[in-house]
Each structure stands twice: as C-alpha cells, then as structure tokens.
DNA sequence: GCCGTTTTCGGCCCGACTGTTTTCAGTCG
C-alpha cells in the first residue's frame, strides 16, 4: 500500500520531469503543489481515493484525482511511465546539484550519457562540459563546486541544531556598530522541524561595512560568496549561512519576503496583485501611482493589505491568509503560556538527575508544577521502577515538595504499551499515581491493526490519561509505527484521552500538522519534554513551536492550565 | 493542471544573479 508521502514523492517527480521537457511551467508547479497537499495531509490518500474525494485536497482537480487513484489502485500510473520513458529519472537526479536545473540537467543527460553525481564529476574533470553549448570552464568549475556543496550539506539539521547557532550569529551582528537590527528568517523563523540552511538579515545604512565583518568573524569555515549587500558562508559542521543587508526602510518588506514560505508569499503576492497592490523584498506599492506605501517593518506589510499580523510559525499557505483577512486567526500558544512540565525522567529510571535537582530546575524556569514520568517496571532496559522503587520514590516526592517551595512535584509514570495494549501494572498500583502517560516503546514493525489495536485498548483504559510520543518516529532515523492517525484521534476525542506533543527535538510527535487536525477533531493535548536530564526541560520551545505551527492555542493544551485545573481536565 | 467575492476561460509572484550574451535563458530563493 503507498503511503501519502509515496504519492507525494511520484507527484513532485512528475513535475520535475515535465519541467525537463519544457512544459508549461504552471502545470509544473501544479504538480508540486498537489504534491505538497497529499504529503501534508492527515487524511490517507488510499482512503481518499477509494471514496471518490482526493479533490478535496487542495491543489488536486479532476485530472490528478483519476491518476493518483490509478496509482494507488494499482500501484502504477500509466502517464508517470510514458514520462520515465521520455526522461530517466536520473536525470532528476542530477537536479540536487545547485546550479543545475532541468535544462542543464537534460542537455548533461543528453549529450554526455551523465547519470549519476559522480559521473558528472568526473566528465567535469575531465573537461567535457565546456565542449556543449552554453557551458564553459567557468561552468564546470561551478558544477564540481556544487558537488562539493550537496555532499558537503547532506540532509537537513534538527532545529534545535540550527536554532542556538544562529541566535548567536544574531546576537553578534546587532552587536555590530552600524547595525540598526538583525533576525533570522527563513524556515528556521517558521520553526520547522528541519532547517536547509540559516537565512540573516540585517538593517545597516552601510552594508558593505557589515558584510565584510561577518565573513571575517569567528565560526566561518568558508566564505562561498561575497559581495556588498549579500554574503554566504559555511560553518565548520557544513551548516550554509547567507546574510543579506538592507536599509532600515527596507528591513521589514525583506524579512517578510525571506521567511517565506514561498507559497505563502505567491499567496500574498498574488492577493496583493488583485487590490492593485504589489509585494516584493523592497517594498508594497500602489501599481497605479507607483508610490511605496510601506515596507520598514512586517506589520506594515500586511496591515496594507487588510490583513492581522501573521506569526511566521503560520506562514506555510494552509488557509493564514483567508483567516488573517477574516481576522480569525488563532491566537496561539507561547512559551510563557505554559504552566508546567508533564513528562521527564529522574534517576529513578533511565534520567541523569535526582528529584531534587530536577524539581529545582523546574522551578528556575517559572513552572508551578513537575510531573515526573519515570519508566515502569517492564521497561527494563530503560531501569523501570519496581514496585519498591515506587514507594520508595514516594517519599522522596514528598519530601522534595516540603523542602523546595513554589514547585509541586508530581508522581506519575509512563507505562509500557505492550503487545497486547495492557500495561506494565494494575489498577490498584495505577491509582497511587498523580498522573500516567501510555507509550509504544516496542513491536515498532508491526501492521497497522495490531498498533491501533494496542493503541485503542491503551485509550480505553481508564487509567491512561495522556499517549505520549504517540507515532514514535524519531526524525531522520525510525519511521512512525503505523498509526492510524485519524483513528488514533477519533479515540482520544471518544475516551478523553490527552494526546501528546513531544518537544523531544528528535522527535517532535506529534508533529505540526497532525497536532492541527487533533485540535480541529476535539483532541486536547499536552506538551512534554521526555527529558533525562534537568537541562533538557528547556526543550519545551521546541515543543510550543510545534503547537504553533499547528494553529494551537493555549485553551487546547492542558499544561498552560493551573494545577488544580490541569489535574480536573485528566480523565 | 488548477481555480473563481473580477473569471468555467485565461490567468497563474517577483526580482536578482550568472553566464554567455548582443537581448536573453537558466537558476535560485
């Protein structure tokens, strides 16, 4: 059976290919927008097809529907295999290479049978590029440096990686004299999960000055471009960092335009257009006068268009701009909306740091209350508690919340769902506890019935009040187990059961958009760290970013409650 | 190929840089 990101993934290939063949752009990017719907949709596309309602998905019409439910029918789409045999997918390929798009791509493919990354090295070593037209030696020496590049650059970084570098990098540049203001933007302002690169700007009324400074400071490890206003470079772990300098009048219209995303921005571009209005990274502007109405900060931006101010975190084109223009955006969930921590871990199983210690930590961030969450007893490889340790946790619980005053340290658990969906002790042991999370810490393989057979009997219980990590995936190295998602939250909303968002940066899960569709179905949720040591507990950032970035607000999370009332809304 | 509070047809975001080029195509973000 194909997942959605299977269809997705055929989806973008055949844009990529008709972009080859000299398509027409548009139905190009047709294709990569319904691409991009299919793969960030909660509902699955084979229960889609089979009912008739892909066009649901916006970006998909007629013409697509009927193919990708040829595909998923019979796993094969005739219109995708003509196209294969116009264009090797190889050439797609060769695509990764920056510098090298369709057009290039195809003639490499074409003329000098290139079809891999290091055959296109070596025929650029060998100097038969310069041989075809419109490629020189000036060509080749670009395509061996973005070779380098793309190895150099493998893969996205976790943002939790990319996130303190470029603070600091921030940090440095406002320190700068004649620096006016710096930030961030790109995808790393919109808190994605994963970050391609680090986009700065910054508003200098000198900006050479600037850009000379930032290539020669500390944590360059490479300058691949300089000029005035622009800069790239390369941190030592292989990290790209481009700085682009303004003027202040212009500082708003170019962190708007280099946040992105980019299909935010041709949504908002092309609103723009129809109000006689017109966007770019210099400025909004009356299309009839040519007068610039504004552009030195965000607000401004959107406030010509009629719009509330977007937070960055929504900016992706899942409805922000309709809902800004109906002025039914979400207010949506802050740092400093969150009450307390309902999921870490202390020495008492696999955690770095006593009660105490974690308790203190806790307390230094502000939170009125602690939920420690340590593993139960057949977690053994993680030191899950024995019915000894329990109570003799207990008591140092207790103790702990004597002693350190303005936290409350509470006694909860997460258990193990097991293979049958029960979990690790009775009901008797169960209500000792203040607070317990169910998880799936094993049996990651199995078919889709017997996870939501575990999962469902988990919900069922009427002890289990929160499913932490509740698809399991840890990014960029295990896949969710097969949850159904849709069941999953159809579950939690009938049984009252929390559903969890991980703020474990691996992790992230639930992430963004199903965190979204959770809220829309009725799901409360809850936010949580997993952290193992008391340094960890500041991982919650990472946690309230996915929770804006799927349109949360605080009332749909219980831990931006006060105690007594988070406790009343568990079941 | 998609889509409609200007449209069921005729549009579809905007600008910069690069390189090889005498007016522009390709690529990128």
Redesign the pocket.
Known sequence: MLSNKDVAQVLDDIGDTLEIIGE?L??VR??HR?AESVRTSTKDVNALARAGRL?EL????????ERITELVDTGKMAYYDELKEQVSPRVLELMRV????????KLLFDELHVTTIDELLEAARAQRIRTL????A??EA?IINGIELVRAGQGRMLLHEAYPLASRLVETLRAEAGVETADFAGSLRRMKETIGDI?IIAAAADPSAVTSKFIAGPGVARVL?A?DTKASILTPVGLQVDLRVVSPAEYGSALQY?TGS?DH??RL??L???QGL?????GIFDVKTGNRIGGATEHEIYAAMGLDYIDPELREDHGEIDAAAARTLPVVVTLDDVQGELHAHSNWSDGLNGVKEMAEAAREIGYEYLALTDHAEKLKIAGGMTRADIAARRRVIDEVNKEVAGITVLNGVELNIDNNGDVDYGPELLREFDIRLGAIHGGFAQPREKIMLRLRRAMENKYIQIIAHPTGRIIGKRNPYNVDIEALMDGAAATGTVLEVNAFPDRLDLKDDHAREARKRGVVLSLGTDSHMAAQLSFMMYGVAVGRRAWLEARDIINTRPLAEMLKMLK
Do not use: C, Q, W
Not at 98 to 105: I, M, N, S, T, V
């Open positions: 027409n548009f139905r047709a294709h319904a066009t916006s970006g998909v019409g007629a013409s697509l529907a920056p510098g090298l798009g369709p057009r290039k791509a037209p419109g490629m020189s000036k060509t670009n986009d471009a000029g280099f980019k921005n041709i571009r092309d723009a257009k129809r017109k966007i770019s990274e210099y």
